[in-house]
């Protein structure tokens, strides 16, 4: 059972940065990429960014392309999430998710980003 946790979250002034982190427990082969998603309040749950664990070709939607970068470290078992020129339409909970080559999924708990105008 792979456990992932995210870290980096806060309070940030519109135009400012933050880098979102993201913990699994273990490294399991079988998971073939990673994302993140974000879910504000009232709104449902939607995908920010994933990258490729096979080719680290990476997808972003369409609100932050040119803004965020997602990225690992494998040798850390860490996901990232480099979140530049933030807006306040950017505040939610910002999940990490694994998923698997047979479509299992592993989710974090969230972690909070609120961006003030």
């Known amino acids: 059972q792979v456990q992932l946790v995210e870290s980096g979250g806060g309070l940030v002034q519109a135009g400012g940065s933050l880098r979102l982190s993201c913990t699994a427990s273990e490294r399991t082969a079988s998971v073939n990429t990673m994302g993140w998603f974000r879910q504000a309040p009232g709104e449902v749950r939607e995908i920010v960014a994933r990258?490729?664990?096979?080719?680290?070709?990476?997808y972003y939607t369409d609100s932050v392309k040119g803004r965020f970068t997602i990225s690992r470290d494998n040798a850390k078992n860490t996901l990232y999430l480099q979140m530049n020129s933030l807006k306040p339409e950017d505040t939610a909970v910002y999940y990490c998710r694994a998923r698997t080559v047979f479509g299992k999924e592993y989710w974090g708990r969230g972690t909070q980003v609120t961006v003030s105008s």
């Open positions: 990258i490729s664990n096979s080719d680290d070709s990476t």
